[in-house]
Structure formats: C-alpha cells, structure tokens
C-alpha cells in the first residue's frame, strides 16, 4: 500500500532521494526546504536545489528554516504515514517526530554510528577512511542514534573529493532510501540498533580548510580532498590566501622542509613531514582559477 510522504532536504545532495522517491509509488504530500537566501556577490534570493526539483516535479513546496510552527502545523494537517529527511539542515523535535504514523526515517551519508553529525563525507576522507557509505535510519530525539534499516558501503578512492564522493552516495543513497520506504509499506521492514564506536561529525568551519604543511603527505593529502569543494583548502604565501582546488601527492620528488615552496620542472610543489604535495589548480586572492604553473609565473616575488 503506498505512503503519504513527507520529505524534508535542501542541499543538491537531497535531490536524488525527492527525485527517487517521486517516481516512486508513494505520494509525496508536501516537500519542506529552508527559506531561499542570498547567494553570489550580488546577493541574489536564491531557491534550495530542493525548492527547485520540488517546483520541476509539480510538488507542493513548504519553506522553513525551523522544523517547528507553521511547519508542524502544515505536516500535522497532512497526516503523512512518514517523514523522510536528507540533508534539511535541521533538527526534527516532538510534537513533529510523532506526527507521520510512522515516524521519521533519515538518509545519513555515512556507516553508522561512525561519523553522526553534520558532515559525514568530509570528515570521514579527512580521518582517512578506506570505506564510508549511506544508512537510512529511524530518526529519534538523539542525534544519528536511531536503529538502522539499511546500509550501503562504498570505498574511498585516494583521489576522491568529499564533493564527488557525496554526489555518489547521494544517488546510491536514494536507491536505498526508496527500499526501506517499501518495505515500511509492506511490513517487512527489520531495523538493527547501532552498534561500535560512535564518532562525531560536527559541521566545518572556515579553519578546518587551512592546509597544515606539518603533517604527512598523506594527511595533507585528505586534509585537502576533505573540504572540497567546502569550505575551501587553502594556505598563505605572499602574504596572501591561496586556495588549493586540486592537488596530489608527488611521490617522485625528493623531500623538502614543510610549508616551502618550490618549482620543480614544471610543477609546483611543497613540503610537508613526508612526501611533497603538488598544487594542480589554484584560486589566487582576487584572481580567475588557474593552473598552479601560471600561478607561480604571475606572482609578485617571481
């Protein structure tokens, strides 16, 4: 029998799942999202990549910073059978937990109870992980706690960005997210309680993309790789900020003192505690993206 669906997301990593879920035998009933806000230089109101698909698919749009008030009221006069949440951004308190018959299940993108909180992907390339993946749990008043009903595992590739790392878990994700909303439907769903070591995920914050030379190349490496596309990786040289878009790890030059930085043939490097690190593209202050080669040849001290 299909479900009267709530569906709560905002970023493009929501997408997927509203996407599966609307092509799905269910009836999604109402999407909530947060408030356009401005974006760019100019400040533009913007509508979330959630807002946008939910108007492209014809779905009614409720936008909400705070799961609580108007939003509550619009959900309690749906009386959905489930809530299911991707990346909204927010927390879901009672009376709004209890409403769906069924409660709140969420799409995390990570094996949990590794990595509970808001930034999963990241953290778990920055920590050095070999694997992550997508669970789908039943949301509780505690954070990432509740029992899971599935999991799908994926390596992390030693070049992979959180950026692209998130874009395919979000779509293997989604598969997974429509199953479990099946089998809630049918009855046959079966949850497990957590079970290991829980770790935290807490958002990133602007200081967290400030590339520390100091470490292994290895750890500069998924330092780097963590927080892109955000917040951003970056150094200072120059006396400016440089950010790193792409780099790799240049096994094939000989060590230097962490921090220095240096052309080696055509390729600009720098030291760290081990192996040097190549800048492939950059993002000088003030300036257009660029090779790291044009960089180094435009700079004031070149």
Do not use: C
């Not at 299911?84 to 927390?91: E, N, P, S």
């Not at 089998?183 to 497990?192: F, I, K, M, N, V």
């Not at 309680?193 to 990133?204: E, I, Y």
């Not at 505690?273 to 993206?289: C, D, M």
Request: hydrophobic share 45%.
């Amino acid at each position: 029998m299909p479900l009267r669906l709530v569906f709560a997301g905002s970023p493009d990593a929501a997408v997927p799942s509203l996407r599966a879920l609307a092509a799905s035998v269910h009836d999604v009933v109402t999407v909530i999202t947060r408030e356009d806000s401005p974006q760019g230089r100019r400040a533009v109101l913007t509508p979330t990549p959630v807002a946008v698909e939910a108007d492209r698919l014809g779905l009614p749009v409720t936008r909400a910073n705070l799961l609580a008030g108007e939003a509550t009221e619009t959900v309690q006069a749906l009386a959905p059978d489930l809530g299911v949440i991707v990346a909204y951004g927010g927390l879901v308190r009672e009376p709004l937990l209890s409403t769906p018959r069924l409660g709140w299940i969420n799409l995390h993108f990570s094996l949990l109870p590794r990595w509970r909180g808001a930034a999963p992907v990241q953290r778990a390339i920055m920590a050095g992980d070999d694997i992550t993946g997508a669970s789908v749990f039943q949301l509780v008043p505690e954070l990432d706690a509740g029992d899971v009903f599935g999991r799908v595992t994926e390596p992390i590739g030693r070049h992979q960005t959180a950026g692209n790392l998130l874009d395919s878990l979000a779509e293997s994700g989604a598969h997974l997210l429509v199953r479990v909303v099946d089998a809630l439907a049918e009855g046959t769903a079966r949850s497990e309680a957590q079970v290991g070591d829980v770790t935290l995920a807490p958002k990133l914050a602007l200081a967290d993309g400030e590339v520390d030379w100091s470490l292994p190349a290895v750890a500069v490496s998924a330092q780097i790789r963590g927080v892109t596309p955000e917040p951003g990786a970056y150094t200072t040289t120059d006396d400016a900020r440089l950010k790193i878009l792409d780099a790799t790890i240049a096994r094939d030059v000989p060590r230097m003192p962490a921090g220095e930085f240096a052309l080696v043939g055509r390729r600009v490097v720098v030291g760290t505690a081990t192996e040097p690190i190549e800048l492939v593209t950059v993002h000088p202050a003030g300036r257009k993206a660029m090779d790291a080669a044009s960089w180094w040849r435009g700079r004031p001290s070149a």
